[in-house]
């Protein structure tokens, strides 16, 4: 296996899975590919934690929702995923309040043959660590970040991220959409 995380300007994989995307009886799953997003020319958001019903994961699976019309004002479609089943996803999303409404996918990768190709599977419990990728319309990789299963990301620092990357301008440390750019700051001159 290998140990290296796809990295900047490598082209997302191409995979077929099944993922949760309702609660309703009969409308629960769907087969997800990775054009999911591209062939609507928009970003993708994806990210992935270590398992179902646990205790850090619901935090940000929860914050990834509230934050979904950020996402999607964005033209980004967001993606969750981890190596669990979609069996146990709609279970999980039945069980636990936070996860009733959620507003994206949650993709199964229950062969671990993606989480395996983008390099974030623990060698030794073979469950993905909690990585996000943010990919352009393209499906080129233009971001990505990998947490230690203990941690919880920031989701507000995905948002600014995407932010970032979609002026195509040099953004300065802590940077905040709305102000201005290096570029701009540089054309000035």
Request: glycine residues 4%.
């Amino acid at each position: 296996m290998s140990n290296k995380v796809l990295s900047i300007g490598t082209q997302f994989p191409a995979f077929k899975k099944k993922a949760v995307v309702s609660l309703e009886k009969g409308k629960e799953f769907m087969e997800l590919t990775n054009e999911y997003a591209t062939a609507k020319g928009k970003w993708t958001v994806m990210f992935w934690w270590p398992k179902d019903f646990t205790f850090v994961c619901p935090t940000e699976i929860a914050e990834f929702n509230k934050k979904h019309s950020e996402f999607t004002d964005r033209d980004a479609i967001l993606i969750g995923a981890s190596t669990d089943s979609e069996f146990v996803h709609a279970a999980w999303r039945r069980d636990h309040s936070d996860l009733r409404d959620l507003k994206f996918p949650m993709l199964a990768d229950t062969s671990k043959s993606l989480a395996e190709e983008l390099g974030i599977l623990d060698s030794e419990e073979k469950i993905a660590y909690r990585a996000t990728f943010i990919i352009d319309p393209q499906g080129i990789v233009r971001w990505v970040s990998v947490y230690d299963l203990n941690v919880g990301r920031n989701v507000q620092e995905v948002v600014r991220v995407l932010d970032a990357l979609q002026t195509d301008e040099l953004c300065p440390c802590n940077w905040q959409k709305g102000q201005d750019t290096l570029t701009t700051q540089l054309s000035m001159n």
